[in-house]
């Protein structure tokens, strides 16, 4: 009889008695079973048992191996290998452990980490962690800028695509933007790693790489000011500055008639966009207009 037509019937429970004893013959015939019961036993129901699913893959892998030249070709192994692909799927949805938060832009949020360590976030911003190894590893990725209130305790790793900042318990904040990484440390230490350069620091210290320059200075803020609604800069180019307005208010800038790399020194407030545009317009001696709910245009005084 083909076999390929038998195991459809099988699988298909239409086997007739005198096709049920041919099957049953088949030197394969107690792998085949397996496979089956083992395909009925991973369902929803199940999936926190991991350590079954890699029995299963291993029992799978080893019987395949001892078996292929026999049901290679059979559709029962095209069967298989979709069961294993879309467990492999399941499991992967269900047992990653990484937990992501992220915001918008104009919002901000505060969240406790595992071991009560706090950390706000700023405006689009991402953090990513390990929640369930957290007590071994206390580490995560940010994207954006936040402010750490870290508790005491084993090493608490900050990682950016500019840096490495490393801390045991302190509070300091991390900005990481497009050729812009920050850090400044308000309480205890704080250890700076980017590229070759690495610098420890103390309360009161900032360490920055913007454009791929890197400066230290000092700064007497208590605090992160933008999570008290206000963002202040010390000699920053004005395009970061603006940037930096597009994402607290959500809106678009255009510029007319600027340097965009000349430096600006001073803030503006995240609850009033007119106010927030006269701050940072005046002192360069600057216009703005608002074209609309969300479009501004600053110029400058020849526009």
């Given at each position: 009889?083909?076999?390929?037509?038998?195991?459809?019937?099988?699988?298909?429970?239409?086997?007739?008695?005198?096709?049920?004893?041919?099957?049953?013959?088949?030197?394969?015939?107690?792998?085949?079973?397996?496979?089956?019961?083992?395909?009925?036993?991973?369902?929803?129901?199940?999936?926190?048992?991991?350590?079954?699913?890699?029995?299963?893959?291993?029992?799978?892998?080893?019987?395949?191996?001892?078996?292929?030249?026999?049901?290679?070709?059979?559709?029962?192994?095209?069967?298989?290998?979709?069961?294993?692909?879309?467990?492999?799927?399941?499991?992967?949805?269900?047992?990653?452990?990484?937990?992501?938060?992220?915001?918008?832009?104009?919002?901000?949020?505060?969240?406790?980490?595992?071991?009560?360590?706090?950390?706000?976030?700023?405006?689009?911003?991402?953090?990513?962690?390990?929640?369930?190894?957290?007590?071994?590893?206390?580490?995560?990725?940010?994207?954006?800028?936040?402010?750490?209130?870290?508790?005491?305790?084993?090493?608490?790793?900050?990682?950016?695509?500019?840096?490495?900042?490393?801390?045991?318990?302190?509070?300091?904040?991390?900005?990481?933007?497009?050729?812009y990484f920050e850090?400044?440390?308000?309480?205890?230490?704080?250890?700076?790693?980017?590229?070759?350069?690495?610098?420890?620091?103390?309360?009161?210290?900032?360490?920055?790489?913007l454009n791929g320059?890197?400066?230290?200075?000092?700064?007497?803020?208590?605090?992160?000011?933008?999570?008290?609604?206000?963002?202040?800069?010390?000699?920053?180019?004005?395009?970061?500055?603006?940037?930096?307005?597009?994402?607290?208010?959500?809106?678009?800038?255009?510029?007319?008639?600027?340097?965009?790399?000349?430096?600006?020194?001073?803030?503006?407030?995240?609850?009033?966009?007119?106010?927030?545009l006269i701050s940072?317009?005046?002192?360069?001696?600057?216009?703005?207009?608002?074209?609309?709910?969300?479009?501004?245009?600053?110029?400058?005084?020849?526009?």
């Amino acid at each position: 009889m083909d076999r390929d037509y038998l195991i459809e019937k099988w699988l298909k429970n239409e086997l007739t008695d005198a096709e049920k004893e041919a099957f049953s013959q088949w030197d394969d015939y107690d792998l085949n079973l397996k496979i089956i019961e083992q395909a009925n036993f991973f369902k929803a129901a199940h999936f926190s048992e991991v350590d079954d699913f890699s029995t299963f893959k291993k029992h799978h892998r080893a019987n395949r191996a001892t078996k292929k030249s026999k049901w290679f070709n059979s559709p029962l192994l095209r069967i298989a290998s979709m069961l294993v692909v879309a467990l492999g799927l399941y499991f992967s949805f269900f047992f990653n452990n990484a937990t992501q938060i992220e915001t918008l832009a104009s919002e901000k949020t505060t969240l406790e980490l595992p071991d009560h360590s706090q950390v706000t976030l700023n405006v689009l911003s991402e953090i990513v962690y390990n929640e369930k190894d957290w007590k071994n590893h206390r580490t995560l990725t940010l994207k954006g800028e936040a402010y750490f209130k870290v508790s005491k305790g084993k090493t608490f790793d900050v990682k950016t695509k500019e840096g490495l900042v490393t801390v045991v318990g302190t509070q300091f904040n991390v900005k990481q933007r497009e050729a812009y990484f920050e850090v400044q440390c308000f309480e205890g230490i704080v250890k700076v790693t980017s590229d070759t350069i690495t610098k420890t620091l103390l309360a009161g210290d900032t360490f920055r790489l913007l454009n791929g320059v890197f400066t230290q200075g000092k700064t007497t803020a208590t605090k992160s000011e933008w999570t008290e609604d206000v963002s202040t800069f010390d000699a920053i180019p004005f395009k970061e500055v603006l940037a930096e307005l597009e994402r607290q208010y959500h809106i678009e800038i255009i510029m007319k008639d600027i340097l965009p790399n000349r430096l600006f020194t001073g803030g503006f407030t995240h609850n009033n966009l007119k106010d927030a545009l006269i701050s940072i317009t005046q002192p360069m001696n600057l216009n703005y207009e608002l074209s609309s709910s969300n479009l501004v245009v600053i110029y400058g005084e020849s526009h």
